[in-house]
């Protein structure tokens, strides 16, 4: 994207909810951080959340940090993030003065949530885009390898560990989840389907392949009332009130009124 290799915006201001204290000043430029601006009213960032836990335990001690962004309200936050417990295990932080929200978003064009950055060890953007897409793992994976974690392109099992490549065909389709059919090609997805002998041609996108995969082989048990792992789009009326930092309420990632963005509702229900 044209993002990429574009140095990062400092991060002064997050106020940390849940983790441990980050000097941001020192961590960008010398650690790999995943940079997600979110809200508790969009049903594809809880989707995110069990992806980027997992993201942030698998790649711990390769020095990476996690971190949620929200420009909500911290008694509205705060409620959520406990209820989540170790399910959503990384740091998730306040943006309380917008001003994060706001050179991410201006600067980027981010028309949506979830919508997350690689920040490599040497500060600079490695990925802009929503943390699910297949490309996401990949990224950070050279971005981790930029700092000297002997990670390759090549995906996160070593040679000879015996583990099933990213890349391999042999997969037992009715076994996996959500998250994991949404990091594959579509490709991939489209293939297996066709060898079943199903119909993909109202296929648009990638993640109608993720329903179908769903559906034919696991007969629907993952699909959820959610739908798509997309984004949540902002009324157009917010990106105004982003880009001139207005108050509570006019960011594109605050609180949105009942009824916006397709009927998403205003407050999170209760996780699981």
């Known amino acids: 994207m044209s993002s990429a290799s574009q140095k990062a915006f400092p991060l002064d201001g997050l106020k940390l909810i849940k983790g441990e204290n980050v000097d941001w000043n020192k961590a960008i430029g010398s650690q790999p951080i995943v940079l997600e601006f979110w809200a508790t009213w969009c ?6 959340i069990p992806h980027l836990t997992k993201l942030q335990q698998k790649y711990k001690d390769k020095g990476l940090i996690v971190v949620g962004v929200s420009n909500e309200d911290e008694s509205k936050l705060l409620p959520f993030v406990q209820q989540m417990g170790n399910d959503m295990d ?28 690689i920040i490599d060890a040497t500060g600079r953007i490695a990925y802009s885009g929503h943390p699910m897409e297949p490309k996401f793992e990949q990224m950070l994976i050279e971005s981790l390898g930029k700092g000297g974690s002997g990670f390759s392109a090549g995906g996160s099992s070593p040679a000879g560990s015996g583990k099933v490549s990213p890349n391999s065909g042999n997969r037992d389709w009715s076994k996996m989840s959500r998250q994991e ?19 993909v041609s109202s296929c648009v996108e990638k993640l109608d392949f993720v329903d179908l995969i769903i559906e034919k082989f696991q007969g629907g048990k993952h699909a959820t009332e959610l739908g798509h792992a997309g984004i949540a789009k902002p009324p157009s009326d ?31 229900p209760a996780p699981g």
Not at 43 to 48: E, N
Not at 181 to 198: M, Q, Y
Not at 243 to 261: L, V
């Open 43 to 48: 049903p594809p960032c809880r989707q995110s």
């Open 181 to 199: 059919l949404c990091t594959l090609p579509a490709h991939d997805l489209k293939n297996a389907l066709k060898e079943k002998g199903v119909d």
């Open 238 to 268: 917010l990106h105004q009130g982003a880009a001139a930092g207005g108050p509570a309420g006019s960011s594109a990632f605050a609180a949105q009124p009942a009824g916006a963005a397709g009927g998403i509702p205003t407050a999170a």
């Open 90 to 117: 990384y740091r998730v932080a306040c943006d309380k003065g917008y001003a994060i929200t706001k050179d991410y978003h201006t600067n980027f064009k981010i028309e949506g949530i979830p919508h997350a950055f």
